[in-house]
């Protein structure tokens, strides 16, 4: 196939998938879809798809209305779906995550005794695993 057809193949994938998509065209010009990862304890893996999976372990202190906040190894684009934590520490307390402490920097949880009181200014650590896009 000479050049010139090959130039023309790879403009008609571009206008089926668009350029920059990880699809077939960059697998055509020799780009690698981005599966771009980083194997830390704090970490994360893009998939070619556009989704973006993080995980990581936290400790911080929650503050005076018991909301202990935590920031992701990179942030998400777009928007980030769900975050699931769970407690590293002492099991006296319980976490609440609702839909309007996850960003796409991090995310934020309500602490409190197991007897339901505000648990402010307290260490708390957590690991959590985070979805997005």
């Not at 699931?84 to 995310?107: H, K, M, R, S």
């Amino acid at each position: 196939m000479a050049s010139g057809d090959v130039r023309r193949l790879i403009d008609m994938i571009k206008d089926q998938d668009g350029e920059g998509s990880g699809l077939d065209t960059d697998l055509l010009r020799g780009l690698p879809a981005d599966f771009t990862c980083s194997k830390n304890a704090n970490g994360y893996q893009k998939l070619p798809t556009g989704l973006i999976i993080q995980w990581g372990r936290g400790l911080t202190t929650s503050d005076s209305n018991g909301i202990a906040s935590f920031t992701f190894p990179i942030a998400f684009p777009n928007a980030c779906f769900q975050v699931v934590a769970v407690d590293v520490g002492d099991a006296c307390y319980d976490y609440g995550i609702e839909d309007g402490q996850i960003n796409t920097t991090g995310f934020s949880c309500d602490v409190k005794f197991s007897n339901g009181n505000v648990a402010a200014s307290v260490p708390v650590g957590i690991r959590y695993i985070a979805i997005g896009y």
